[in-house]
């Protein structure tokens, strides 16, 4: 076994930068280490969950036939197995092979229905949000704590930057060369580990920050307060169109289906005679027949979402997005807004209306998901795989140069004189600025470290 003095001070101004760095990392690490296993755990179960039997079941088997049930009778095939249920959305087939899903709600609860398209039979029905790869998105999204657990999970994900940066800077060849940074050494013992957890690490960096920022963009203070506040779509493209006094979050049922660009964007109203020509109402009615009818003209083919008007104001959407797992091609992003009145196209939202941070949300979220195909999905695995390899290697590592004295974490040693401590001072101040929840963290470690273990010689002991 390999141990260290933690009480000995390093020498010479690289040494010691390389010591406090390696100090941040430990720390960061042991507030992290929890976390990055629970995402990658969760995320990878999610990915297999979704490529198998889809996130809402809608995998249902049919045996395909010559003609296809009107979608009103469908509708009304799926209301009738819940009695007084309420219609509010139907999820179009992907294939010919599998049954038309509809949601339909009773008393706040919602049921999706499975219905065979050519007989306009149910087939089956579960509770909406129920299934093994909600319980996993749950827990990835905010720990089953609520805002608790979105909280602790953005401040995880914010240090875990502070990881990635304080890493790289202890991985990076100085006087070994890039072979032995990017080729791991298949020595023995602890020498080992290290050299596999580094060149892993340094492998995946870049993949775990892209990971990281597409995920605190849907987070709720680094997201929902700072970027997707500025990236969101200006109604104001929809020319005089009246807004309705809710969000496109609103359309969310316990997770997120709306385009990160659009869900703070107010929905369109209905109720007036703005729009462009979509159902001519005078000669056909405004229905989820001649809804649908317009939808596959206009384009939207295989599966594709229509929801149904909400209240007097509401309007029809049809949405399109590989987010919701609706197509593979994140760059066919589609939402269209029917008014349920007149039939005129309110809105026609597509992935080039979006702003730069939004297409690049839009795409970068179906990468984070695996939703691009069996590539994205193998990928994605190979990349939850190797986060909880260097999660285990670093408890490895740790353990192996623990020192004999039982009690004490083993940190490595701050140095008492930081040579450029005005850099370090000032990258922390970024980030602290970049990632609010991260400052917070960092603050908190120091307001301890000052106020708490400074005065505490015998915790200060463990702890160290």
């Known amino acids: 076994m390999t141990s260290i003095d933690t009480d ?17 990392h430990f ?30 079941g809608e995998r249902t088997a049919v045996a395909i036939q010559a003609n296809v049930a009107a979608l009103s009778a469908q509708a009304d095939a799926a209301v009738a197995s819940i009695p ?73 994900a914010s240090l875990c930057l502070v990881l990635i940066a304080t890493g790289l800077y202890m991985w990076w060849p100085r006087k070994s060369g890039w072979r032995a940074a990017l080729i791991p050494s298949f020595t023995r013992g ?23 920022i597409s995920g605190l963009s849907w987070a709720g203070i680094w997201g929902g307060k700072f970027v997707q ?13 009246p807004l309705s006094d809710v969000t496109h979050a609103s359309l969310n049922h316990e997770r997120r289906e709306v385009p990160w660009a659009l869900e703070q964007t107010p929905l369109p109203a209905s109720g007036s005679d703005a729009g462009t020509a979509g159902i001519e109402a005078r000669t056909t009615p405004v229905t989820l027949d001649t809804v649908d009818a317009l939808a596959r003209e206009i384009g939207f083919d295989a599966r594709y979402q229509l929801n149904v008007p909400s209240g007097e104001t509401g309007v029809w959407t049809l949405s399109r997005d590989s987010m919701s797992t609706d197509s ?3 760059m066919t992003d589609r939402t269209v807004h029917v008014d349920q009145y007149t039939g005129n196209v309110l809105a026609d939202v597509r992935f080039e209306d979006y702003s ?42 740790w353990w192996k140069r623990r020192p004999s004295k039982a009690g004490r974490l083993a940190a490595p040693p701050m140095p008492k004189e930081l040579p450029l401590w005005q850099g370090a ?32 010689p015998k915790l200060r002991r463990v702890l160290t």
């Open 8 to 24: 000995t001070q390093p020498e010479g101004s690289v040494n010691k930068l390389y010591f406090a760095a390696w100090r941040w």
């Open 27 to 56: 720390y960061a690490g042991l507030f992290v280490i929890p976390f990055l296993t629970i995402l990658a755990v969760t995320g990878m179960s999610m990915l297999w969950i979704a490529w198998i039997d889809g996130r809402d």
């Open 84 to 156: 007084d249920g309420v219609l509010k959305q139907y999820v179009a087939p992907r294939t010919p092979d599998v049954a038309a899903l509809f949601r339909v709600d009773l008393e706040g609860e919602a049921t999706m229905v499975a219905v065979d398209p050519y007989t306009a039979t149910v087939i089956e029905s579960f509770p909406r949000r129920t299934g093994w790869y909600d319980f996993f998105d749950n827990v990835h999204g905010s720990l089953l704590l609520g805002v608790t657990g979105d909280r602790l999970i953005e401040i995880a």
């Open 190 to 212: 602890r020498a080992l580990w290290k050299s596999l957890h580094g060149v892993i690490g340094i492998w995946v960096s870049l993949i775990m920050v892209f990971f990281l």
């Open 229 to 241: 506040a500025w990236s969101q779509f200006p109604a104001e493209k929809w020319a005089n169109v």
């Open 328 to 330: 593979s091609d994140p």
């Open 356 to 397: 730069l941070f939004g297409k690049a949300m839009a795409v970068g979220i179906a990468l984070h998901m695996g939703t691009i195909g069996l590539f994205s999905v193998l990928a994605n695995t190979l990349f939850c795989l190797s986060v909880l390899f260097l999660c285990l290697s670093a408890l490895v590592l």
């Open 425 to 456: 001072a000032l990258v922390g101040l970024g980030v602290s600025m970049a990632f609010p929840m991260a400052g917070l963290a960092l603050l908190t470690v120091l307001a301890v470290d000052t106020l708490i273990l400074s005065r505490i």
